[in-house]
């Protein structure tokens, strides 16, 4: 339904949610970058993944966008939602 919307086509790469590091980078620095925790983020660790292998294409600095990178203390989706739930 999504692409429907958009004429069959994923948005810009770079305004892509492809790095929990750099939303919430990007939310301390830019006071008009405004995200919103839905509750997916502390349920569902397939919405972190392109499991269909859709390309999504690249950044302006050559990136594959592909996977959501997650922080460097959570090796897997799942732990990422495991500790989320435990802290919030």
């Known amino acids: 339904m999504y692409l429907a919307l958009q004429e069959g086509k994923f948005d810009h790469p770079n305004r892509l ?45 050559n990136v594959n966008i592909n996977n959501v990178e997650l922080p460097p203390w959570a090796s897997s989706p799942e732990q990422f939602v495991r500790i989320n739930r435990m802290v919030s």
């Not at 995200?35 to 390309?55: A, D, R, T």
């Open 17 to 61: 949610f492809s790095s929990i590091s750099l939303a919430w980078k990007n939310c301390q620095r830019d006071t008009s970058d405004v995200k919103e925790l839905i509750p997916e983020l502390f349920f569902l660790p397939e919405m972190l993944v392109n499991s269909n292998g859709y390309c999504l294409g690249k950044t302006e600095d």
